[in-house]
T-cell receptor, first 113, second 112 residues
Framework: DVKVTQSSRYLVKRTGEKVFLECVQD?????MFWYRQDPGLGLRLIYF???????EKGDIPEGYSVSREKKERFSLILESASTNQTSMYLC????????????FGSGTQLSVL | GENVEQHPSTLSVQEGDSAVIKCTYS??????FPWYKQELGKRPQLIID?????GEKKDQRIAVTLNKTAKHFSLHITETQPEDSAVYFC???????????FGAGTILRVKS
């Protein structure tokens, strides 16, 4: 069974802090993704990566960066957290085809005060 | 860019009835349409998907239909059960950029 693990379930940070969200998958998947989920807006793609050290912007990359130094790990970085980045963040991975059969983590609920 | 609209935003049905959720998309080059189910407090999980070369796909009590001409696709759940209560998201692939665009979600409540 594929396991996508996000390091924190809940996180509270202050505005201006640098925030790291970590995601690890154990199935040797090539592709990894970061989404944010907000009520009424569905899931919106922040960044994705199809290979180690490769990254592509999604639909809402502003204020975020990512790092993929190892195949199994994909990190989302909020350089200077703001209150409008309060959200549920979901990591996902997929084996074949960038779009297909996404396996999601349990999510990190981030609150920026 | 691709836009996916999902309706209704909430849906309440009686146990045993059918439920239908509809999504429309804007990019005629979209060719992959998955549906994800997210139970309360849990992660989204893929329940069914369809490609543009197929008009209908069925898996037990769930089915997806695709109308490429009208650019809409629908999720059908028959004989609904309380465990079908969840948020359902549709999505459509973007022709360029290898991305998925998700709908806003439908909260399905099955009343027993």
């Amino acid at each position: 069974d594929v396991k996508v693990t996000q390091s924190s379930r809940y996180l509270v940070k202050r505005t201006g802090e640098k925030v790291f969200l970590e995601c690890v998958q154990d199935m040797d998947h090539e592709n990894m993704f970061w989404y944010r989920q907000d009520p009424g807006l569905g899931l919106r793609l922040i960044y994705f990566s199809y290979d180690v050290k490769m990254k592509e912007k999604g639909d809402i990359p502003e204020g975020y960066s990512v790092s993929r130094e190892k195949k199994e790990r994909f990190s989302l970085i909020l350089e200077s957290a703001s209150t409008n980045q309060t959200s549920m963040y979901l990591c996902a991975s997929s084996l074949t085809g960038l779009n297909e059969k996404l396996f999601f983590g349990s999510g990190t609920q981030l609150s920026v005060l | 860019g691709e836009n996916v609209e999902q309706h209704p935003s909430t849906l309440s049905v009686q146990e045993g009835d059918s439920a239908v959720i509809k999504c429309t998309y804007s990019d005629s080059a979209s060719n992959y349409f998955p549906w994800y189910k997210q139970e309360l407090g849990k992660r989204p999980q893929l329940i069914i998907d369809i490609r543009s070369n197929v008009g209908e796909k069925k898996d037990q009590r769930i089915a997806v239909t695709l109308n490429k001409t009208a650019k809409h696709f629908s999720l059908h759940i028959t004989e609904t059960q309380p465990e079908d209560s969840a948020v359902y998201f549709c999505a459509a692939s973007v022709a360029y950029g290898n991305k998925l665009v998700f709908g806003a979600g439908t909260i399905l409540r099955v009343k027993s």
